[in-house]
């Protein structure tokens, strides 16, 4: 399917051939719900922890010889009644359980929300930036003529060298390396904008095995 390509300024240039495989797919809601409880789960940070005697560093020698001294019997420093000792029945840190995808259901998963991107025609392919652009109002400029305020952007190399110092402090924009896209990212900000190289890169990868 071909796909139009904006430029800087917003205007259109040529066209892009995007492949069937990737982009013409069904969206799937319960894939993609899938991958999404799957990616949160691994955001989870482990509960409070305390720690237990045997995991004190430090001595294990008896601190006094067990009769003759009038106090109590005491083993080592690393007891919880002592200061700097173990805790007795403290937090343990549950570790939330993360449930294993295989590699093909997150690749399905991917090009499902590629697919609702392409649909709801929020996904833009843009040249790529052959200038450094180093002030931020031009490329905030590019984004409110375009309504792009909300997007994802995924640019080649490249390109990501030329645009990091002008986009990267600008409200609701984050910049993604290609090999780092995922479901989670494309599916919070509205829209995606790729770089011409970027597509191409993202296609090929994709398209190496087939789901």
């Known amino acids: 399917m071909k796909h139009q390509v904006i430029n ?3 205007k259109s240039t040529e066209n892009i051939e995007l492949s069937d495989k990737i982009f013409s797919l069904e969206p799937n809601k319960k894939v993609i719900q899938q991958i999404v409880d799957w990616q949160l789960s691994r955001f989870k940070a482990r509960t409070a922890k305390t720690k237990q005697r045997n995991e004190i560093k430090g001595s294990t020698s008896k601190i006094y010889a067990q009769k003759g001294t009038g106090g109590a019997r005491h083993s ?6 002592f200061v700097g000792g173990g805790i007795a ?3 343990k840190g549950a570790v939330y359980k993360v449930r294993k995808l295989n590699k093909k259901l997150k690749k399905m998963g991917l090009l499902h929300m590629l697919s609702q991107k392409k649909k709801v025609n929020t996904l833009f392919v843009i040249e790529d930036f052959k200038k450094e652009i180093t002030k ?6 590019f984004l409110k003529k375009n309504n792009l305020n909300n997007s994802l952007i ?3 190399k490249d390109s990501k060298v030329k645009i990091i110092k002008s986009a990267r402090n600008i409200k609701n924009i984050k910049i993604i390396e290609n090999e780092g ?3 989670f990212d494309l599916l919070k900000y ?3 904008i790729f770089t011409i190289s970027s597509i191409q890169s993202l296609q090929k990868r994709l398209n190496k095995n087939e789901v």
């Open 190 to 192: 509205k829209n995606v």
């Open 8 to 10: 800087i300024e917003g």
């Open 76 to 81: 080592s420093r690393k007891a919880p009644i």
């Open 89 to 91: 029945h403290g937090t």
């Open 154 to 156: 995924i640019p080649d």
């Open 136 to 141: 931020t109002k031009i490329f905030n400029a």
């Open 181 to 183: 896209t995922n479901l």
